[in-house]
């Protein structure tokens, strides 16, 4: 049963490894997602009153990121035009004889309203609060971000979906061969007088052990692995947090248990229907 342990324990891996880059990715889609900015240029000549007007009004949207100063950026006319000169080298504003920026507020906005519908909706709410002149935001950006998140959703579900059942496949004929050994033993017990849940409880009760040794087994590789990979990268930080590591961890564990118990189920009980030609066949 070793071997049992050892087959389980890589499947469940091959998938703690791929639920680990799924999640990545999914993590790493909300840090995009979560920093696009919309910017919003107020009208000529804005006084201070209307501006903090603006961004009280904007922090009561619920498509801003968070409600407090961190979720917006102002940048005055004056600071924009002192920074184009310093990128230029010249002082424009003498050449063209007035500042032609604009006081500019920049927005970030909640992940949840990252579709370009939802979006439009967005630039036309903000367009209706008075002293906004325009809203600006990468929409063809956006548009490739949300289509390339699609596609690749749905690449990672599919592998997910195939490496699960090439896993279930593994383990149940993995089991299937370790019980082969134990076929004439049922058949014993069912001779003594034996009753069928008499004789699963101690099999299912063995899959259960094994099932949770192969989870804790794999998270633990699962758990050097990342921690290598991270420290190999020199990353400060983790991009999946620990808290959504030990739910893949937990999810192993349950998923090894579940899977060697429903496969012991089903092979025990195929001996259990079988009649004595079909055991030596």
Same mark, same amino acid.
């Given at each position: 049963?070793i071997?049992?342990v050892f087959?389980?324990?890589?499947?469940l891996l091959l998938?703690?490894i791929?639920?680990f880059?799924?999640l990545?990715?999914?993590?790493?889609?909300?840090?995009?997602q979560?920093n696009t900015?919309?910017?919003?240029?107020?009208?000529?000549?804005?006084?201070?009153?209307?501006?903090d007007?603006?961004?009280?009004?904007?922090?009561?949207k619920?498509y801003?990121?968070?409600?407090?100063?961190s979720?917006?950026t102002?940048?005055?006319s004056?600071?924009a035009?002192?920074?184009f000169?310093?990128e230029?080298?010249?002082d424009?504003?003498?050449?063209?004889g007035n500042n032609?920026?604009?006081?500019?507020?920049?927005?970030?906005?909640?992940?949840d309203f990252?579709?370009?519908?939802?979006l439009?909706?967005?630039?036309?709410?903000?367009?209706?609060?008075s +002293?906004v002149?325009?809203?600006d935001?990468?929409?063809?950006?956006?548009s490739d971000?949300?289509n390339?998140i699609?596609? %690749?959703?749905?690449i990672f579900?599919?592998i997910f979906?195939? %490496?699960?059942?090439?896993?279930?496949?593994l383990?149940?004929n993995?089991l299937?061969i370790?019980l082969f050994s134990?076929?004439?033993?049922?058949?014993?017990m069912?001779l003594v007088g034996a009753t069928s849940?008499?004789?699963l409880k101690?099999f %299912?009760?063995r +899959?259960i052990?094994y099932?949770?040794?192969?989870?804790?087994?794999s998270?633990?590789?699962?758990?050097l692995i990342?921690?290598?990979?991270?420290?190999?990268?020199?990353?400060t930080?983790?991009i999946?947090s620990?808290?959504?590591?030990?739910i893949?961890?937990?999810t192993?564990?349950t998923?090894?248990i579940?899977m060697?118990?429903l496969?012991t189920?089903v092979?025990?009980?195929?001996?259990l229907?079988?009649?004595l030609?079909d055991l030596?066949?």
């Open positions: 049963y071997s049992v087959s389980v324990s890589l499947s998938l703690g791929f639920s880059f799924l990545s990715s999914l993590e790493v889609k909300k840090i995009i979560d900015e919309i910017n919003i240029y107020l009208n000529k000549e804005i006084s201070s009153s209307q501006v007007r603006i961004k009280r009004i904007l922090f009561t619920e801003v990121l968070e409600k407090d100063e979720t917006l102002f940048i005055s004056d600071v035009a002192k920074e000169s310093k230029i080298g010249e424009f504003i003498k050449f063209l032609p920026l604009r006081d500019l507020i920049i927005l970030k906005i909640n992940s990252f579709e370009k519908e939802k439009t909706e967005i630039e036309e709410d903000i367009l209706k609060i +002293g002149y325009e809203v935001y990468s929409k063809d950006v956006i971000i949300n390339n699609r596609n %690749l959703s749905f579900i599919s979906i195939i %490496l699960f059942i090439i896993s279930v496949i383990i149940t993995t299937r370790a134990q076929r004439f033993l049922i058949r014993s069912q849940s008499y004789i101690p %299912l009760f +899959g052990i099932g949770l040794v192969s989870g804790i087994l998270s633990s590789l699962l758990f990342i921690t290598l990979v991270n420290e190999k990268m020199n990353a930080e983790v999946v620990f808290e959504k590591l030990s893949i961890f937990i192993l564990i998923t090894g579940v060697v118990m496969s189920y092979s025990v009980n195929k001996y229907g079988s009649s030609d030596y066949n």
